[in-house]
């Protein structure tokens, strides 16, 4: 090849260049831009809280807040608050409503066990409600629960039937197991 050759051919290499350049910087953008918003979150948020707190109300406090610090806003707890039902960690958004649940004061009860004073066991196909609840355990809607549970079933064809019924549990069946009968 002669000498030149080279000068042209790097001539035309450069203007390819040169032209592929111009090309890509005078032509339209393609696709769709990309638009960046500002999503942040508000600075304050409004929440309420009411039950078990010294000063209940609507506040205002900032963003990122849990309801331990909400309930700090509303002058603490009162000293019936159940605080272990709090959920005391939860994050607390604009708007929410907090509600803080009291100790429920439960009284134990003991129900004798009563025995049917003529001796005889206690049919569960055919006793009616009074009879039923002289069953130890058995209060009137657990009487009608049975008597439901007999006519909707034909009656019980064992004791352990009883386990069929919402509420009963072996606990429940034992305190009168020796009381019942389903003859």
Request: aromatic share 8%; charged share 20%; no cysteine.
């Amino acid at each position: 090849m002669n000498k030149w050759w080279y000068p042209v051919i790097l001539a035309v290499l450069v203007g390819i260049l040169f032209s592929g350049i111009i090309l890509l910087i005078a032509s339209a953008p393609r696709g769709v831009p990309i638009v960046l918003s500002n999503l942040s979150t508000p600075a304050k948020i409004r929440f309420e809280i009411y039950g078990a707190i010294r000063q209940p109300g609507v506040y205002s406090a900032p963003a990122n807040i849990r309801v331990e610090d909400a309930v700090a806003y509303a002058g603490g707890f009162t000293e019936s608050a159940d605080i272990s039902a709090s959920h005391l960690a939860a994050a607390v958004s604009d708007s929410d409503q907090i509600l803080i649940p009291t100790r429920a004061l439960y009284e134990a009860t003991i129900t004798p066990m009563i025995k049917n004073s003529t001796g005889e066991k206690i049919n569960l196909n055919t006793a009616d409600i009074e009879e039923l609840q002289s069953l130890p355990g058995i209060g009137e809607k657990k009487a009608k629960d049975i008597i439901h549970f007999r006519e909707t079933n034909g009656g019980f064809s064992d004791v352990a039937d009883l386990l069929d019924i919402p509420g009963f549990g072996e606990k429940t069946v034992d305190q009168f197991l020796d009381l019942i009968t389903i003859e």
